[in-house]
């Protein structure tokens, strides 16, 4: 079984600053994918980033990076020089050896100018 | 490239009734995956197809079906709709790479059952 924790259920943030997003996760699968998608409120789901549960280093991408710590099933999104586009929901995502995606509750992260 | 077509993108119906969903997958995606979000139980995946074949399945009940075209079009169908049916529905589709690749979802039909 896998499940997906997202302890924060809203964040703040000020405009240009970094912002950290939590997420541990549980999973039996030896092998994962662990992913982030960002949903804005026209409900589409953006895929952000991706992390083998192998891969040594920590993935990035722009301004999304994914801060892996994988004794601790830990993979925090980090959002480097927040933007206002960035408001959004956030989820952060398991997938086993099933390929379906296991989500969380969700984060609702809001920039303020 | 076109991403992941879905049609309606909003749909009220009433109980009783059925109702079919369209997904038009990324050109070159064989696999499509639906799932289904609410406010209490948010995001849980409804069932995938690759190749015409379902090759998973969530936990909902039989009401809940789907198909995949040869064109890897999929279609999901609910029959017998409740109120709690209510939901916006995403499907997504992925890339013929591995099992860890990322879902490209589209954006959504937001159902309403009254």
């Known amino acids: 079984a896998q499940k997906i924790t997202q302890t924060q259920p809203g964040m703040f943030v000020q405009e240009k600053e970094a912002v950290t997003l939590d997420c541990t996760y549980d999973?039996?699968?030896?092998?994962?994918?662990l992913f982030w998608y960002k949903q804005p409120s026209s409900g589409e789901m953006i895929f952000l980033i991706y992390?083998?549960?192998?891969?040594?280093q920590n993935a990035t991408e722009g301004r999304y990076s994914l801060n892996f710590q994988k004794a601790r099933k830990s993979a925090n999104l980090v959002i480097s020089a927040s933007q206002l586009g960035d408001s959004a929901m956030y989820f952060c995502?398991?997938?086993?050896?099933?390929?379906?995606?296991?989500f969380g509750q969700g984060t609702t992260l809001q920039v303020k100018p | 490239k076109a991403g992941v077509t879905q049609t309606p993108r909003y749909l009220i119906k009433t109980r009783g009734q059925q109702v079919t969903l369209s997904c038009s997958p990324i050109?070159?995606?064989?696999?499509v995956s639906w799932y289904q979000q609410t406010p209490g139980q948010g995001l849980q995946f409804l069932f995938e197809?690759?190749?015409?074949?379902?090759?998973n399945k969530g936990n909902f009940p039989g009401r809940f079906s789907g198909r995949q075209f040869s064109n890897s079009r999929s279609e999901m169908n609910v029959s017998t709709l409740e109120l709690g049916d209510s939901a916006l529905y995403l499907c997504?589709?992925?890339?013929?790479?591995?099992?860890?690749?990322?879902?490209?979802f589209g954006q959504g039909t937001r159902l309403t059952v009254v």
């Open positions: 197809y690759f190749s015409e074949t379902q090759r």
């Open positions: 997504a589709s992925s890339p013929p790479r591995g099992t860890y690749t990322e879902a490209f």
């Open positions: 992390q083998g549960s192998y891969d040594e």
């Open positions: 999973t039996s699968d030896q092998s994962y994918g």
């Open positions: 050109s070159g995606h064989r696999s």
């Open positions: 995502a398991v997938s086993g050896n099933t390929g379906k995606l296991i």
